[in-house]
């Protein structure tokens, strides 16, 4: 099992560059040893930079595709964009909440779900945060994180909605499924108009086509996510799609495909025995109107 703890995980762009720079040079029949030799850079930096651990510059992919005797300037250009997308990357707009993010990882997270194209979730637990409202996410948050304090708090839920407009709104939205277990909608978070407030909202997704969340019934007994909540993202071509796990202390991702199909076939089998958008919708409604007035 490929697991990967204590990083942040680079973006989806490095980890194309990296695709990109082996196969072309696997193309040229030359060894790590033969470019090192050639362009005159150390050979574990080279290798470094095909792994995707560390970034480059234009300077020296420039030489790389020289060396490779790269010619056509549509791919040079592409790789090249590459390169330029994962450097403008170094500066994104949750670095100001780094004190907040950096204790889970989440800075980690967030780097890999800004590129993803697609999000499949399961939460066992508590709602996902890109379907929770501020009032919600702020009385979650508190209860949750007793470390923090009321404006570490604010900078968090800042974060949630930061997300939601980046991931869920503009033009090019990420395609996000969540499978959420009934029992989280009965566990009361904030008083009853917040939890009014975000049932409400779930049922706003439904004029979401890129939005669709499913409801799995605590009748249906054990099943595959008893393990924990789990998130699959998926990149566009050649990056490969990625697991990411979480707990109190620190998280994890596995990019394996033994373990990245693993969970993919559990989350069609949750999906499958979960409540269809239609009856997920009812069944929030119903949960809507036992609320205390």
């Known amino acids: 099992m490929a697991w990967k703890t204590n990083m942040t995980p680079q973006s989806v762009y490095r980890r194309q560059l990296a695709v990109q720079l082996r196969e072309l040079r696997d193309r040229a029949g030359l060894s790590l040893a033969d470019v090192a030799a050639k362009v005159e850079i150390n050979q574990g930096s080279l290798s470094r930079i095909e792994s995707g651990v560390r970034g480059t ?118 395609k996000f499924w969540a499978i959420i277990e009934e029992t989280v909608l009965m566990r009361q978070v904030g008083p009853p108009e917040v939890m009014r407030e975000q049932l409400g909202r779930l049922i706003d997704t439904e004029e979401t086509p890129h939005v669709t969340v499913q409801l799995l019934p605590t009748t249906i007994g054990a099943h595959p996510g008893l393990y924990g909540p789990f998130v699959l993202m998926g990149f566009p071509d050649p990056s490969s799609d990625l697991v990411w796990l979480e707990n109190p202390q620190n998280s994890v991702y596995l990019e394996s495909r033994e373990d990245v199909d693993a969970y993919a076939d559990a989350f069609d089998h949750l999906r499958a025995r979960a409540l269809g958008p239609p009856e997920t919708r009812a069944r929030i409604e119903q949960l809507i109107r036992e609320l205390p007035k």
């Open 57 to 174: 510059t234009p300077l020296l992919v420039n030489a790389l595709l020289d060396c490779y005797g790269v010619q056509d300037q549509a791919i040079r250009e592409d790789v090249l964009d590459l390169v330029r997308a994962d450097r403008a990357q170094g500066k994104p707009w949750w670095r100001k909440y780094s004190t907040v993010l950096s204790p889970t990882r989440y800075d980690g997270y967030l780097t890999l779900e800004a590129n993803a194209v697609s999000l499949r979730s399961y939460q066992p637990l508590l709602l996902p945060g890109l379907l929770q409202t501020p009032a919600y996410a702020e009385a979650l948050i508190t209860g949750m994180r007793l470390d923090l304090t009321p404006r570490q708090v604010k900078s968090l839920v800042e974060v949630r909605l930061e997300r939601q407009k980046a991931r869920l709104g503009g033009e090019s939205p990420t």
